[in-house]
């Protein structure tokens, strides 16, 4: 080899390095632009293109749509009420519901003075004002005396657990104090405020607690009786969220049907830690497209069309390939809602509802699969899970009993996330307990158009009394389940 062919070996040898390091810093500029696009696409994911909740919008986003400092659209009417509007007024309280009546009659008549007798109008003009007298609290005391006998021995009244109750608190108090606390989520020091302000009660934070743990086992067997109307249910939407207990991160999952809804606090959202919750696994599940509800059938399931809606919104926001994948996936998403609120509506008929989906779904499969194929980074991927779950896209197509969306779940869900942002959880497993069961009767008591508080009251009379538990649910609702 002559120095010639030495040199271009060796420049052969130093272009080979360059093109090394030319190749490694392609790799790290190509990952630094994933990482920003993974960046920007965080700092700009929203309620309206993601799944997080509208509370974790910055201020002024409006949920991504406009930004506070350019401000509304300034309307041209005047604020209130619009001419020809029909405006809403109090409604008269049936008379059989007023207390007292004022009766005013005129003395004279106004056109010639002479005097006119107290007769009464079959249809007299009408006018209320409703009050809350002071409210006293009444106190009952047991005293056990002690009598001595003529052969001087001083017998004393025995302990009768039937007659003196075990709490200095009766049940319509107690039931206060935890529709303040466990429903209406006050905290425990505002509502020993609020108990000595409006009803001249005096409380300690101690006594708060053991308050709740009595109506907490109290409403035991009405929260156990709206888990079996849960498991039985055809239909059941589910959602879950994180809770704190001490500091922890745990997991609240809802299962909401028509008639009633429950709770639970569990360890994590793990599949081993979900599936025994849902019992025998009866019935249409509606729900995101979390993986730890895959031990569900996905021909009996339905994915929340709402969370691809939002997924969609996200790829469409998105440049190149990505966004104009995202704008197609968006404007299909945009035809079921449309169809969907057209059959609502009585627009459509049901058959007319399914002829008109038939296409759409091939042609949104189809999309799908093409968009899974792309090989685009953060949408092929999740194009492909959609397809994993196509068999449960569309289940209330066929089934008039089940909705598009996990809307349901959300909204029942939502009470205690406002809850946890509040008051950063619970700090015991009675804590939790007490939060599932109080949450549970009530918002299963409203879908009842049952009074929370006189149900609560009930329970905790039945519980002091040794007798049954009043049921949540109307006799001819629990045999229709």
Known sequence: MDARDQQITELERELAARDLVIAQQAAEIAALKAQVAELIGRRDQNSRNSNRPPSSDPPGSRGGHQHHRQGPKKSKRKRGGQRGHHGSRRELLAAEKVDEFVELYPT???????????????????????????????????????????????????YDE??????????RLMSILTLLTGVYHVSRRKTVALLRDILGVEIS?????????RVSEAVRPAVDEAWEQVAKAKVKHTDGTTWLKAGVTCSLWTIATAIATVYRIVVDSSKATLKPLFGALHGILVSDRAKALNFWAMERRQICWAHLLRKF?????????AGAIGRELLGYAGIVFEYWDDLKRSRLSRTQFRLWMTPVREQLEHLLERASKARIPSLSGSCADVLEHRVALWTFVDREDVEPTNNHA???????????????GTQSDRGNQFAERLMTVAHTARKQDKNVLAFLTECCVAAREGTSTPSLFEPAIVTAA
Do not use: M
């Open 108 to 158: 004279e008549c106004e056109s010639c003075w002479g005097k006119l007798s107290r007769t009464p109008d079959s249809q007299p003009h009408r006018y209320q004002l409703t009050e809350v007298p002071p409210i006293e609290p009444h106190t009952t005391e047991f005293r056990r005396h002690a009598v001595r006998c003529s052969c001087g021995y001083l017998t004393r009244a025995a």
């Open 162 to 171: 039937k007659i003196i109750p075990a709490s200095p608190f009766g049940p």
């Open 205 to 213: 934070l101690g006594a708060v607690s053991a308050a709740e743990a």
């Open 313 to 321: 919104v996200g790829f469409s926001e998105r440049a190149g390939p």
């Open 410 to 424: 959300e909204r029942e869900l939502r009470a205690f996330v406002l809850w946890r942002k509040r008051s950063f």
